[in-house]
């Protein structure tokens, strides 16, 4: 299935929360935190300006992001994971 985001929204797949503590101990399901950090997987054309014309989206497919907790909304499509965003959620894009 093809998620295709309407305006200024973005999909993300959360990355995976940590299994183990720095200190090396293993963290059950319940006890670990939601992943604040995910991969965009698709981009809407932008937000529609009163003058007619689309406002361009700063984050593209593949950046890898930073989110609020409690940012966007959830949902499942064929098994997977998703939020969905939009653009001025996004607090930052992480670059390597």
Do not use: H
């Amino acid at each position: 299935m093809k998620l295709v985001p309407l305006e200024d929204r973005i999909v993300v797949k959360p990355q995976e929360a940590e299994e183990k503590t720095a200190g090396g101990i293993v963290l059950p399901d319940t006890a670990r935190e939601k992943p604040l950090m995910g991969k965009v997987i698709a981009v809407g054309p932008g937000k529609l300006l009163d003058n007619g014309n689309r406002a361009p989206m700063n984050v593209k497919k593949n950046d890898v992001v930073l989110y609020g907790k409690y940012s966007g909304s959830d949902i499942e499509i064929d098994g997977q994971e998703y939020k969905i965003l939009r653009e001025s959620e996004v607090l930052g894009i992480v670059e390597k």
